[in-house]
């Protein structure tokens, strides 16, 4: 596809269910990256994926956090057990290789989150 | 562990330009400065970067003092559609870009 793409755009789930979130990055992007942005706030870092390696997951909140990447492509976020607190926009963006020092990110539209 | 400053919030004319400033006095010689801007309930969208080197592309205009300690980001005709939080950001490392609070930009008719 032309952009970054993320499914759901909407999950409601109950407190204590597992979720798991999708994204598919621009073809040929191998940094991927998970951000999440609660009500009214900024951007919070999750973790990023250079290829199928995660050398930078210190954003993920708890142990209840993962997130893989396959294939140098889709990237699955996985929260177990959710809690109120995990109810956020879940965003996910790509980059081509070469590093921020002259590159820019490309955002998906984002997972909107409600744990009930 | 933002390394940008911005006001919280502006409003502009809709037709004139608006100026977006940004303090950076941190940076270092090889970091970029980058703006993004997110419209309400999408993902945040690329506008422009630069090193030391006024920029300018489809949307806005970079211009970055000589010293690199600050930058304006410059949209030259605002409509409506430009309204959205403006965020400058220099980042942490090569891979990193940190989102502060951002300016809220409101174009008024």
């Known amino acids: 596809g032309a952009g970054v793409s993320q499914s759901p755009s909407n999950k409601v789930t109950e407190k204590g269910k597992d979720v798991e979130l999708r994204c598919d990055p621009i073809?040929?992007?191998?940094?991927l990256y998970w951000y999440r942005q609660s009500l009214g706030q900024g951007l919070e870092f999750l973790i990023y994926?250079?290829?199928?390696?995660?050398?930078?997951k210190s954003g993920l909140p708890s142990d209840r956090f993962s997130a893989e990447r396959t294939g140098g492509s889709v990237s699955t976020l996985t929260i177990q057990r959710t809690q109120q607190e995990d109810s956020a926009v879940y965003l996910c963006?790509?980059?081509?290789?070469?590093?921020?020092?002259?590159?820019?990110?490309?955002f998906g539209s984002g997972t909107q989150l409600s744990v009930l | 562990d933002a390394k940008t400053t911005q006001p919280p919030s502006m409003d502009c004319a809709e037709g004139r330009a608006a100026n977006l400033p940004c303090n950076h006095s941190?940076?270092?010689?090889?970091?970029?400065v980058y703006w993004y801007r997110q419209i309400h309930s999408q993902g945040p969208q690329y506008i422009i970067h630069?090193?030391?080197n006024n920029e300018t592309n489809e949307m806005a205009s970079l211009i970055i003092t000589e010293d690199r300690k600050s930058s304006t980001l410059i949209l030259p005709h605002a409509t409506l559609r430009d309204t959205a939080v403006y965020y400058c950001i220099v980042p942490i490392n090569d891979y990193k870009l940190s989102f502060g609070a951002g300016t809220t930009v409101t174009v008024r008719a």
């Open positions: 630069g090193l030391k």
């Open positions: 963006a790509s980059s081509a290789p070469w590093g921020l020092a002259n590159e820019k990110l490309f």
């Open positions: 073809s040929g992007h191998t940094a």
């Open positions: 994926f250079q290829g199928n390696s995660a050398p930078d």
């Open positions: 941190t940076i270092s010689g090889n970091e970029y």
